[in-house]
């Protein structure tokens, strides 16, 4: 089946300073997949970052900006220059076969520190 | 816009007992999901609604879960026989068709003691 893979669990970062977070995927679908991040802010709900369906695309929302990598099946996320509120939960995520299932990852926590 | 609501946003249940979460889609969205959060299982896929209509129930376990969806504007999932591994987040979700983006709601904590 598909799989999403985060392989950091909690990223401490300081203000100001560059983020990635790691995203690799396997889709077992005929063509590409769909590929999202979202985000949960403490005490808000999952709401979707952003998302790009065009492998070799990037897609950016609130300085963030991932690019859909299909040789690497990869879709990082970056960040020039972390904010305190940028402190969440991340998830990555795709949407194969019939475009409505969403398979996440396992998230990665950010702590910006100020 | 009130968002995709549900209730209760708390629940404590004991062992064996049932469980009725509900889910109030945003209004005008033809596509109901819902999903179930554990810390060892992540965010996992349970049920899919369009139109009303059951699509998709691959993610459901076998026995004591089931959803239903009698009007356009909820839905539940109930869980029978509750037992400790029941315990988790349960998220529900809209959106405006199957091919469009999802807005969840704030999620049920279900704990079963």
């Known amino acids: 089946g598909d799989s999403v893979t985060q392989t950091e669990g909690q990223v401490t970062v300081s203000e100001s300073k560059s983020l990635i977070i790691n995203c690799t995927y396997s889709?077992?679908?005929?063509?590409?997949?769909?590929l999202f991040w979202y985000v949960r802010y403490p005490g808000e709900g999952l709401q979707l970052l952003l998302k790009v369906i065009t492998a070799g695309q990037k897609g950016s929302s609130r300085g963030f900006e991932a690019t859909y990598n299909k040789e690497a099946t990869s879709f990082h996320l970056q960040k020039a220059s972390v904010q305190e509120s940028d402190s969440a939960v991340y998830y990555c995520a795709l949407a194969s076969n019939m475009g409505y299932k969403l398979t996440f990852g396992t998230g990665t926590s950010l702590l910006v520190d100020p | 816009n009130a968002g995709v609501i549900q209730t209760p946003r708390h629940k404590v249940t004991g062992k064996g007992q049932e469980a009725t979460l509900w889910c109030e889609p945003i209004?005008?969205?033809?596509?109901v999901f819902w999903y179930r959060q554990t810390i060892v299982q992540g965010l996992e896929f349970l049920t899919y609604?369009?139109?009303?209509?059951?699509?998709?129930d691959s993610g459901m376990p076998k026995e004591r879960f089931s959803a239903q969806m009698p009007n356009q504007s909820h839905s539940t999932l109930k869980i029978q026989s509750t037992q400790p591994q029941d315990s988790a987040v349960y998220l529900c979700?809209?959106?405006?068709?199957?091919?469009?983006?999802?807005?969840f709601g704030s999620g049920t904590r279900l704990l079963v003691i």
């Open positions: 889709a077992t679908s005929i063509g590409y997949p769909n």
């Open positions: 209004s005008g969205h033809s596509a």
């Open positions: 979700a809209s959106s405006r068709d199957s091919n469009s983006d999802y807005t």
């Open positions: 609604f369009r139109n009303q209509a059951p699509i998709d």
